[in-house]
Structure formats: C-alpha cells, structure tokens
Nanobody
C-alpha cells in the first residue's frame, strides 16, 4: 500500500505562485510515475503534470507556468505553480502508480490517490 498526502493549497491572487507537495509513505520503493490532476467545480478531473523515470509531461494549459519535480530521498513530489490564473482554481490531487506504463494522462493510469488540496485563484 502507498499513502499520499497533499499540502500547500490556499487562496491566492491572479499572477501569484504556490507550491504543492505530495508526500508518499508505505511501499514507496515500488513507485513508478507520480502525477498531479485537478478538478474544478462542475468539471471532470483532468491531468495536470506527471513525472516518471523517463521524463515529464504537462497539460497544454499549464506548460510554461507549472513545474513538477520529485525528491526521491523525501518520497515527495512537488508542483510549482507560477502565474496562476482564476481558471486554475480547483482541487488538486496527487496520484501515483506502482507499475510501469506508457500513458500518464488518465485516472486509470494510477492506482493510488491523495485526498486533494484546494487551490483558489481570485481575479
């Protein structure tokens, strides 16, 4: 089992920055890819960014503004969010998987999820 706990969300103004953290515990040695998803009110959860041993992947909507990184010693993945926009408002979820795969973009690509952290960007 793997447990994921997100932190770092909050209320900010447009143009501000936030850094989200996702701390993993349990069978962390088995982790392959880790990712961030988000879900805005009334919308489906969507892919934001992923990091694996082979590299990174970002949604077009966040490219150039968000950066995903991973500290293996701390079993933590981060999402640095710059130039935030009101449309970035959502609950942000950390996801992880314990198997290898070619896809990173869908809920079904991950077998562990955190509880989510709220990010609200005011205009």
């Amino acid at each position: 089992q793997v447990q994921l706990v997100e932190s770092g969300g909050g209320l900010v103004q447009a143009g501000d920055s936030l850094r989200l953290s996702c701390a993993a515990s349990g069978r962390t040695f088995s982790l392959d890819a880790m990712a961030w998803f988000r879900q805005a009110p009334g919308k489906e959860r969507e892919f934001v960014a992923a990091i694996s041993w082979s590299g990174y992947s970002y949604a077009d909507s966040v490219k150039g503004r968000f950066t995903i990184s991973r500290d293996n010693a701390k079993n933590t993945v981060y999402l640095q969010m710059n130039s935030l926009k009101p449309e970035d408002t959502a609950v942000y979820y950390c996801a992880a998987r314990t198997y290898s795969g070619d896809s990173y973009y869908f809920d079904r690509d991950y077998n562990y999820w955190g509880q989510g952290t709220q990010v609200t960007v005011s205009s």
